[in-house]
């Protein structure tokens, strides 16, 4: 089993910043990648970003690309979403998943385990 657990998130004014991590620990012997996913009230889930295994692929989703940027700390088996110039429509719950293997993808059906969310609220 593994477990993911966020930290980070809250309120931030439209224009700021905030950050967040996500450490995964249990059976992370094997390669895998973590990403991130939101889910706004009503709203399907939706991918936000992700990083391989060894953290030299990255891929951002179009709608946060120029303002959030993800990395990986595999010291800590950790990743952390840099988000910057937040807006109202950031506001949702941000998940991270962790899906085995090399590959990165943006299906979240494709991943294995998931973090309980982390609630990040952007005021106007």
């Known amino acids: 089993q593994v477990q993911l657990v966020e930290s980070g998130g809250g309120w931030v004014q439209a224009g700021g910043s905030t950050r967040l991590s996500c450490a995964a620990s249990g059976r992370t012997f094997n390669a895998y990648s973590l990403a991130w996913f939101r889910q706004a009230p009503g709203q399907r889930r939706e991918f936000v970003a992700v990083?391989?295994?060894?953290?030299?692929?990255?891929h951002i989703a179009d709608s946060v690309k120029g303002r959030f940027t993800v990395s990986r700390d595999n010291g800590k088996n950790t990743i952390v979403l840099q988000m910057n110039n937040l807006q109202p429509e950031d506001t949702a719950v941000y998940y991270c998943?962790?899906?085995?293997?090399?590959?990165?993808?943006?299906?979240?059906?494709?991943?294995?385990?998931w973090g309980q969310g982390t609630q990040v609220t952007v005021s106007s």
């Open positions: 990083a391989n295994w060894s953290g030299d692929k990255t």
């Open positions: 998943a962790l899906q085995y293997g090399r590959i990165i993808t943006s299906t979240a059906n494709s991943y294995n385990f």
